[in-house]
Structures are given as C-alpha cells and as structure tokens.
T-cell receptor, first 111, second 116 residues
Framework: AQSVSQHNHHVILSEAASLELGCNYSYGGTVNLFWYVQYPGQHLQLLLKYFSGDPLVKGIKGFEAEFIKSKFSFNLRKPSVQWSDTAEYFCAANSNYQLIWGAGTKLIIKP | GAVVSQHPSWVICKSGTSVKIECRSLDFQATTMFWYRQFPKQSLMLMATSNEGSKATYEQGVEKDKFLINHASLTLSTLTVTSAHPEDSSFYIC????????????FGPGTRLTVT
C-alpha cells in the first residue's frame, strides 16, 4: 500500500541550528513529492515539490529537500532555522492527483 | 495565482442543524476539488474528491448522507454538514487542482466548525 511516514512527530531546536526532517515513502512507480508547512493559525502552504529532474529541490524561505530514490526518502533541510519557522511540516506524495500525507512534524524553535 | 478561498472561516452551530461551507478557486478553473478534515495535532484526512458536474467520491468511513458535497461549477464546491453533532466539530480544508497541473493541489485557508 502507498504510504508516507515522518519519523519525528516533535522537534525542538534553538535558533540558528540546522534542521533535517525525515520523510520516507512507499510507492510503486513514478512518485511526486511535496513538503507543506502550516504556521500557527494559518493554512497549508507549499514549501517545495519534486516531480522529476534535479533531486535537490530548493523551496521558499531557505528550505530544500533531496530526493534519494534508493532510500525512498525526501528529507527537508534548512541550514539555519529562525524562530519564525515554528510550524507543522507535512510531507506528501502522489502519482496521480490524490495526495498521501505523512502524519506531520511539529517544529518548535526556541528564541 | 492559484488562490483558493473558503467561506466561512469559522462557524458555530447548534446540534441538529446543517451548515454549508464554500470552497472557491478565485483565479483558475478547478477540475477537481478535495475536502479534508483535520483533527487537532493530526494530519489531514481526505474525506472526498469531487469533479465538476459529477458525484463526489467519498473515502471509506465517510458518511455521504451526512457530508453532502456539490461541485456545481469549475470554481465552486460546497460541503454541507447535515444534522451536525458535537463530534463533527473540526477544521475542514478544501483544495483544488487546476487544468495546468493535475498533481499539485492548492489549499484553502480552512473552516473551523464548532457544534454546540
């Protein structure tokens, strides 16, 4: 069955620390991968997406993710986090229009 | 571009009443719209998929008679929660797919429903 898993449910970091949030997927065939962010009280926003091509994808607000096919992973990274990055982050995947979601990772940045 | 709006942003209703939530694509035509439900501290749960002019496809466990979905035009889908109960209180989010890409969903801001 198709699935997306995010291993860290809660992550707490200090400002300026580096961030890596894990995302693994289980899919047969071609897959599209997404990271969405939901800031407190706000709606979901697309951070970045991978459809094909360069496996290192750069998104908004300094985030990037790397698609590693051999590991079925699409981890989200940011070299230096800010307090304003406090939010919930969702990894999602699809091969058609229907998204399969990870459970989300709540990120708290301590000022 | 690709803006999706929802109305209302929050609503309080009494048990037994019905409430309608609208989802609109403002600057594109949405061939497919999705309705999600998000419980506190949990991920999104897909409730149903609707295509313009046809019946919605509901996910397993979602009562189609309770959550009525109408996708009457390429820019509007509505979700009506009928005979609402307190356990229907939740955050309801819609998303839409346009004609440019069938893979990327654009999300509305969500509607907070509280049933008293």
């Amino acid at each position: 069955a198709q699935s997306v898993s995010q291993h860290n449910h809660h992550v707490i970091l200090s400002e300026a620390a580096s961030l890596e949030l894990g995302c693994n997927y289980s899919y047969g065939g071609t897959v599209n991968l997404f990271w969405y962010v939901q800031y407190p009280g706000q709606h979901l926003q697309l951070l970045l997406k991978y459809f094909s091509g360069d496996p290192l994808v750069k998104g908004i607000k300094g985030f990037e993710a790397e698609f590693i096919k051999s590991k079925f992973s699409f981890n989200l990274r940011k070299p230096s986090v800010q307090w304003s990055d406090t939010a919930e982050y969702f990894c999602a995947a699809n091969s058609n229009y229907q998204l399969i979601w990870g459970a989300g990772t709540k990120l708290i940045i301590k000022p | 571009g690709a803006v999706v709006s929802q109305h209302p942003s929050w609503v309080i209703c009494k048990s037994g009443t019905s409430v309608k939530i609208e989802c609109r694509s403002l600057d594109f035509q949405a061939t497919t719209m999705f309705w999600y439900r998000q419980f506190p501290k949990q991920s999104l749960m897909l409730m149903a998929t609707s295509n313009e002019g046809s019946k919605a496809t509901y996910e397993q466990g979602v009562e189609k008679d309770k959550f009525l979905i109408n996708h009457a035009s390429l820019t509007l889908s509505t979700l009506t929660v009928t005979s609402a109960h307190p356990e229907d209180s939740s955050f309801y989010i819609c998303s839409a797919i346009g004609t440019k890409s069938s893979y990327e969903q654009y999300f509305g801001p969500g509607t907070r429903l509280t049933v008293t």
